[in-house]
């Protein structure tokens, strides 16, 4: 599977910590019924075998709706669960290596603060890129939040398809539009919502309005 643009309107990146009343993979169901077009799946704490147990059952999820499943950070477990992607940030494994290890067909993803970045990620064979933080996040508190003309610098330095991240949820995401990014990638906006389907019908609708405009 390769990397589409559509694909990358409305993109979920997990947080369990949000995991109160439902599993993950409730969460994850509800989302995708709302209108999510991506799920990244991202554990920084779980054993490699439980992450690997957790993303072939959300990979089984994610292919009976058509939404592709990227894996944060580890090739590893990308690999061994067929997913669809990987997403790997600056201080990971390169593009370049990931691709040697995971071949032509599954998507790589990287995250990118500066039109350097984003170039080198490009030219090592990167099938799309998460540039941010574009707001103050809860979810991260190294982050410094970028300039909105860095993103428009950047969308227009490359090709392949742009997700902002970082901070973003309804109150703000109409701020980036005609930065000319793809979509836009959630964390709490989505997991952190009362009605998870709900929310993201409306962050569907936003998110299309931002790419159009």
């Known amino acids: 599977m390769k990397c589409d643009k559509k694909q990358m309107l409305l993109y979920a990146v997990t947080d369990r910590s949000f ?3 439902e599993s993950l993979y409730e969460q994850v169901e ?3 019924r709302g209108g999510v077009t991506c799920v990244q799946l ?3 704490n779980l054993p490699q075998e439980d992450f690997l147990e957790e993303a072939k059952r959300i990979g089984a999820l994610c292919r009976r709706f058509g939404v592709p499943l990227i894996i944060n950070d580890n090739v ?3 690999i061994r669960a067929g997913a669809d992607g990987v997403h790997v940030g600056q201080d990971d494994m390169s593009a370049e290596e990931v691709r040697a290890r995971v071949g032509e067909d599954m998507i790589i993803g990287v ?3 500066s039109v350097e ?3 080198k990620a490009h030219r090592n064979g990167a099938d799309y890129l998460g540039v941010g933080a574009m707001f103050a996040t809860s ?3 190294d982050t410094h939040v970028l300039p909105k003309e860095t993103l428009r610098e950047i969308c227009r330095a490359v090709p392949i398809p742009v997700v902002a991240i970082g901070g973003i949820g309804a109150s703000n995401l109409m701020e980036l539009t005609g930065c000319g990014a793809d979509g836009v990638a959630l964390v709490s906006a989505i997991f952190g919502a009362e009605d998870i389907e709900r929310e993201c019908q409306k962050l569907r609708k936003l998110s299309e309005e931002m790419v159009r405009g």
């Open 76 to 78: 590893e477990v990308a």
């Open 30 to 32: 509800k989302a995708i």
């Open 19 to 21: 995991c109160k009343k």
């Open 139 to 141: 979810t991260k508190s």
């Open 42 to 44: 991202r554990e920084k």
């Open 111 to 113: 995250s990118a603060h």
């Open 117 to 119: 970045e984003a170039k």
